[in-house]
DNA sequence: GTCTATATCGGGATAGAC
DNA sequence: GTCTATCCCGATATAGAC
């Protein structure tokens, strides 16, 4: 029971590290300390363990969503708990890109099956972000912000990985963090707060 | 002779819509036409056709460059060209990402010695902004403006990508261009906007 | 320059012993 | 549940004929 667990653990890491197809189920049972017939024990097809991944980071993402509501108390927070991620991942960023956009892009170009699913995990961030803008009181742009945010996110970590500039992703952080103060000082004087 | 410039053309096409290490030599050899063995004549490993199609859209993508400068007299007008690339190239980036974002990130994650070579695509990008920015009066923020206009356009191909959604694609491009005119705009102006 | 045939290797997947 | 041994296939790469 706990092997499968081990299992998930380490291709969750290598598929994220060197993409899903390079990695081998060699090199998984490598990394649990199995040998490759256990493996199969656990999981008949690569495709089973790439569910069981997904799966495993869509809880983990639910899990640390709900986390920073816990933790943030004004929506506003919360969004930008969200845009620091880039900060407070530069250096995996930095080696591997966003763990969520570089796979569904691999998953896209494979033309896998499992592509929608990995894309649930962008619609796990995009839904939660329009939440905090709704509760922010913009109805209609939620969404639209909520898009924003997110293609911010996959831009910094794009440049992130190709330059490993620190400075940059710092400077992109400032000029959103600028953008939401923006939204929220245009909103309070049409729509006050209670 | 010709035979090669083929070669090169369909790899740099299955490259990127099948990303570099699915793309078999078996299926370039097909897309072109002629056998595996005469394949090797012309390229000994799968590196060597690499090389070649970085090459080709190094070449390509200065042309590409040169064009614009030649065809929009105004550097505003360069950068606007360069922001609608992801509307007129939406339906191949909606089904395949980015060219350059998803190779960076592809070669990575493979540890790949090419990876500075297709960084060098993004280079280009950047030094021409940079440049078209200094034209505009923007010394000192010209790199930081051009790093900017590169990771929406990252931003935009990756969720574009992943939701295939032309709406988010032309509001992002709308906030681009008027956040463009913010800067042009407060550029003479000793109280520039937000 | 182009072909067919083939060597070699790695990875996904299975069988069966313990 | 875990192991070793093995099958099978696809992919890189080579040899040599035409």
């Known amino acids: 029971m706990e092997t499968r667990a081990h299992i ?18 060699a090199a998984i049972a490598d990394a649990v300390g199995i040998s490759r017939g256990n493996f199969y024990y656990h999981f ?3 495709d089973e363990i790439l569910t069981a991944v997904l799966a495993a980071r869509s809880s983990r993402t639910r899990e640390m969503l709900a986390e920073w509501e816990r933790d943030e108390s004004s929506p506003a927070d919360r969004v930008r708990r969200f845009v620091e991620i880039v900060v407070a991942n530069q250096v995996d960023i930095e080696s591997y890109g966003c763990p969520v956009g570089t796979l569904t892009s691999e998953l896209a170009k494979l033309g896998h099956p499992a592509r929608p699913h990995a894309v649930g995990l962008f619609e796990l961030f995009r839904t939660w972000l329009c939440r905090q803008f709704e509760e922010l009181g913009f109805t209609a742009e939620a969404d639209d912000f909520a898009m ?4 911010f996110s996959q831009g910094v970590a794009a440049l992130s990985n ?3 500039d620190g400075e940059f992703v710092q400077r992109e952080v ?3 963090d600028a953008w939401l103060a923006d939204r929220l000082a245009g909103r309070s004087s049409e729509h006050p707060r209670h």
């Open 8 to 25: 998930v653990e380490a291709a969750d890491r290598l598929f994220y590290e060197n993409g899903f197809e390079h990695t081998s189920f």
């Open 44 to 46: 008949k097809t690569k």
């Open 148 to 151: 924003h945010v997110l293609a």
């Open 162 to 164: 190709a330059f490993h």
């Open 174 to 176: 400032d000029r959103l």
